[in-house]
């Protein structure tokens, strides 16, 4: 069964830097999203996406988040600065077009930990 | 906006023992309802989903779920736990936006403790 990938697993950084989380969505899926999880507390949305472009953002998706499609295949979320609250786990999902219909398959997430 | 409330952080159930876990939507419109599950550092698997039809849903693993409009509620329950079920469930709401994308809100979860 076709799933939804992530790279890394696990990403540790200092703050100030930026970070590159990657996603590999489901092949036949065109809308794109990602959430992220901070550590005990509920699933959030950031961002969706589709068609190379941003559909709809959540205030947390200031103006350090970026997405992008770089390819046919990869979709990235990029943190420019990092700051400590970032740390988190960062779901990517996608879902088929169905007519927007479709389930969003999430990844198995990225842990993102800023020190 | 859409919202969820799981009013059950922590649930203990033996194992053989039923489960239902409780979920209430707000949403101006007939939702799109999932239960997803979360086992420790994995991602989330979708157990179930509602869109439209037949009001009780199943899923896999054994779960089910029964969609109440006039209770808001979206309750999943299975009728013998297995100590692999042990996790954390979401529930979540699904809304529709123009260009066919949806905007899914989580719920706080639900963990789900298994005893022998």
């Known amino acids: 069964e076709p799933e939804v990938t992530q790279t890394p697993s696990h990403q540790v950084t200092q703050m100030g830097q930026e970070v590159i989380l990657r996603c590999v969505p489901i092949?036949?899926?065109?809308?794109f999203y990602w959430y992220r999880q901070i550590l005990g507390q509920k699933v959030e949305f950031l961002v969706s996406f589709y068609n190379n472009e941003i559909s709809e953002k959540s205030e947390i998706f200031d103006d350090q988040f970026s997405v992008e499609r770089p390819d046919g295949s990869n979709f990235t979320l990029k943190i420019r600065s990092t700051k400590l609250e970032d740390s988190a786990m960062y779901f990517c999902?996608?879902?088929?077009?169905?007519?927007?219909?479709?389930?969003?398959?999430f990844g198995p997430g990225t842990r993102l930990t800023v020190l | 906006a859409q919202s969820v409330t799981q009013p059950d952080i922590h649930i203990t159930v033996s194992e053989g023992a039923s489960l239902e876990l409780r979920c209430n939507y707000s949403y101006g419109a007939t939702p799109y309802l999932f239960w997803y599950v979360q086992s420790p550092g994995q991602g989330l698997q979708l157990l179930l989903k509602?869109?439209?039809?037949?009001?009780l849903v199943q899923g896999i693993k054994g779960f089910e779920a029964e969609f109440k409009r006039s209770q808001s509620s979206f309750n999943l329950r299975k009728p013998s736990v297995h100590w692999s079920d042990a996790a954390e469930y979401f529930c979540a709401v699904g809304a529709p936006l123009s260009g066919g994308y949806q905007k899914v809100t989580f719920g706080t979860g639900t963990k789900l403790q298994v005893i022998p």
């Open positions: 092949s036949n899926h065109l809308y």
């Open positions: 999902a996608s879902s088929p077009i169905a007519g927007g219909l479709g389930t969003q398959y």
């Open positions: 509602y869109f439209s039809g037949d009001t």
